[in-house]
C-alpha cells in the first residue's frame, strides 16, 4: 500500500479559499498512517458544526457557508475525507471500504473530543455521516440532511447508474467539470481548478473512482448489514433533523422523503427542497448555512 500527499504547490491561490490547514493522524495499517486535513473556526466553543463533503469533492465545497455559519458562534470543522482534499490518498483503489471510511472519518470526532454536533451532511458525507450517528447518537444534537442517503441494498436508480457508469469509464476523470455539471449557479474556472487541485495525476484519484462502487444498492453489497443495523438507531433519533434538498438533483431525488419517514427528529420540521443541484453548497450556501443556524429555533 502506497500514501501519496498531494504536493502544497497545486493549493496555492484558490479561489475564496483561505482557511488555516489542521491536520490529524489516521492509522491505516499497523504499518501505515494518513494524514486527515481539516478546517476548524471559533475552536473555543463546545458546541460543533460538522460539514461532511462527499464525492468528489472536499471541503473546499464549503468555502462559501462557513463565513455564515462562523457568525453562529459555534465551532465550525469541516474535513477532507481520506483520499479527497488536502487529505493524504492512498494508491490502491481496492484498500477504500465503506467501513475504514466510516472508521477513519470518525477519527475527527475522538480526537477532537467534539460533542453537541450538528450534523450537515450532503452524498458520500450521509453515507459515512448518518453512521457516525448511529454509532454515536449522544454526541449530536440535531441533523441537517441533504441530497443524501443511507442505503441497505434495496435497488438504485437511473440517475446513480448512469453516475456509477462514468465514474468507472471516464478516461479523464476531471472533478471540477463533474462539479459544473451537477450545479444549477454555474462555477468558475478558478473553482473547477480548485476542485481538480487535489488529483494532480490519475494515481491520486483512486478513492473518486472507487466512491460510487461502494455504495451498497444491492441485497449482497458489503456494508449492508451495517446500515441495517444503522437504522435501526435512527428510527429512534427524536433530536431536530431536517431535510433541504436539491429540485435539480437527479442523483438523490425523493431521499428526503425516506428520513421523514424513518427519522423521528423529522416530524414537524421545517423541510424544503429548494432550487439547486447535487452539489447545493454551490447554488444555495446562505440558505443551507440559515437552515443549520435556525435548526433549534
Known amino acids: 500500500m502506497e500514501i501519496l500527499r498531494t504536493p502544497e504547490k497545486y493549493f496555492n491561490n484558490l479561489e475564496d479559499y483561505n ?15 494518513a494524514r486527515m486535513h481539516y478546517v476548524d473556526v471559533n475552536n473555543n466553543s463546545d458546541e460543533t458544526i460538522l460539514l461532511l463533503h462527499g464525492e468528489p469533492t472536499w471541503s473546499y465545497l464549503y468555502r462559501k457557508m462557513i463565513p455564515i455559519l462562523e457568525k453562529s458562534g459555534k ?30 472519518t470518525s477519527e475527527i470526532i475522538s480526537q477532537l473530543g467534539l460533542k453537541n454536533i450538528t450534523l450537515f451532511a450532503q452524498d458520500w458525507g ?32 437511473e440517475g446513480f447508474d448512469a453516475w456509477k457508469k462514468y465514474s468507472q469509464t471516464v478516461e479523464k476523470f476531471n472533478s471540477g467539470r ?15 481548478e480548485a476542485y481538480n487541485a487535489p488529483f494532480p495525476g490519475e494515481d491520486y484519484l483512486a478513492c473518486a473512482r472507487q466512491f460510487p462502487t461502494l455504495v451498497p444498492m444491492d441485497p449482497d453489497s458489503p456494508s449492508v448489514p451495517e446500515n441495517i443495523e444503522a437504522w435501526k438507531i435512527l428510527k429512534r433519533f427524536k433530536k431536530p433533523t ?12 425523493g431521499g428526503e422523503k425516506i428520513f421523514q419517514k424513518l427519522i423521528p427528529g423529522c416530524e414537524g420540521m421545517n423541510h424544503k427542497l429548494i432550487h439547486g443541484g447535487h452539489f447545493i453548497q454551490e447554488d444555495q450556501p446562505e440558505e443551507l448555512a440559515e437552515t443549520i443556524i435556525n435548526l433549534y429555533e
Open 19 to 33: 482557511f488555516s490547514e489542521n491536520y490529524i493522524m489516521i492509522k491505516i495499517d499497523d504499518n501505515l498512517s
Open 75 to 104: 465551532r465550525i470543522i469541516a474535513p477532507d475525507l481520506i483520499g479527497f482534499g488536502k487529505s493524504d490518498k492512498i494508491k490502491e483503489k481496492e484498500e477504500y471500504t465503506y467501513e475504514r471510511h466510516v472508521a477513519w
Open 242 to 253: 431536517v431535510t433541504i434538498f436539491g429540485t435539480e438533483d437527479k442523483v438523490s431525488a
Open 178 to 192: 463533474i462539479v459544473f455539471g451537477g450545479t444549477v449557479n454555474k462555477i468558475s474556472d478558478k473553482a473547477v
Open 126 to 157: 450521509g453515507l459515512i455521516g448518518l453512521r457516525m450517528v448511529a454509532n454515536h447518537p449522544e454526541l449530536f444534537d440535531g441533523l441537517v440532511l441533504s441530497n443524501t442517503w443511507l442505503p441497505i441494498g434495496k435497488g438504485s436508480s
